[in-house]
């Protein structure tokens, strides 16, 4: 991106007046020899460096070398099995040093070790329909958000797959989307072609299920820290709210980086919208 329109720069990249930049090319990803590609994920934290791509049955790690326009294969993996197996998405950890990577082919969901590009970890229908996406509690470390052509949204803990945490049948059509808050983990967003947007409260599952931050001693001593007057029971999960502002499948959903209230929508119509949380909710979580 041309150095006026970074973070700091002179010029306003929303200025109707300004002219259009051309953006410099840096590198370029050949997957020519693995197919087609269905997702890339840059590596969440260090110096952006690394990218994840998916192509077919592939997936390959990339090194971005600043010297050259063209990015080296660091490694590879393979899925195995009878069939064109292909991956359909898969999603960077933001845990355990950027070394986990999960990913998703038909009905399955695996994880990856990216320093040995190894499987770590492997939930066999994961879903009763293709796997749609994939996103990583921001907060929790093994905790792992689907959903699916089942019109489900499911929630994992990858230390024990064989069942779900959690599982929301608020749609009605198959789910493309499903997306946890960067700031504010019980608030989940999912996208459907039943042309709903939902936002739901996962609050039992969060980071902070009694209202605020809490770890194990906390748990054990509850009762001595409790304010008065504060209900004993924890909060329960629920649906916030359901957006029918489209009028068409629902392809894509998103938190805004820069205000953790507000978020996107685009529907097959090209219609984007932009909402925010309930003020009521966000005083409750804030206070």
């Known amino acids: 991106m041309p150095k006026e329109l970074e973070p700091g720069g002179h010029e306003s990249p929303d200025d109707s007046t300004s002219p259009a930049h051309t953006l410099e090319l840096l590198c370029h990803l050949d997957n020519t020899a693995h197919g087609s ?15 994840i791509s998916l192509a077919d049955s592939h997936i390959l790690l990339w090194d971005l070398q600043e ?6 294969l660091a490694s590879s993996a393979s899925l195995e099995g009878k069939g064109q197996l292909k991956f359909t998405s898969g999603r ?8 986990q990577v999960a990913t998703a082919n038909d009905t ?15 939930i066999e229908n994961a879903h009763g329909q293709l796997v749609r996406d994939l996103d990583f509690n921001p907060n929790k470390q093994y905790y792992l958000a689907s959903c699916g052509d089942d019109c489900k949204v499911k929630f994992w803990d990858t230390r024990n797959v064989a069942e779900p945490v959690k599982t929301l049948e608020q749609h009605s059509h198959w789910v493309w989307n ?26 039992s599952i969060s980071s902070e299920p009694f209202g605020h931050l809490v770890d194990d001693d906390d748990l054990s001593d509850q009762e001595e820290r409790r304010p008065e007057g ?11 709210a359901t957006y029918e502002e489209h ?12 205000d953790p209230w507000l978020f996107a929508s685009l529907s097959y119509d090209g219609r984007l919208v932009i909402n925010r949380v309930p003020r009521a909710l966000k005083y409750h979580i804030l206070l």
């Open 37 to 51: 590609m269905a997702c890339v994920a840059w590596e969440p934290a260090g110096d952006g460096k690394k990218v």
């Open 67 to 72: 010297s050259s326009s063209q990015a080296v």
């Open 92 to 99: 960077w950890s933001p845990h355990h040093t950027g070394t």
């Open 108 to 122: 399955t969901i695996r994880g990856w070790d990216t320093r040995s590009m190894s499987q770590i970890y492997c």
């Open 178 to 203: 499903v997306r946890y808050n960067h700031s504010h983990d019980q608030l989940v967003l999912t996208g459907s072609s039943d042309s709903r947007v939902i936002l739901s409260n996962m609050v």
């Open 230 to 240: 504060k209900s004993q029971e924890p909060p329960q999960d629920s649906v916030i």
């Open 247 to 258: 009028e068409d499948s629902v392809y894509a959903v998103d938190w805004s980086s820069a």
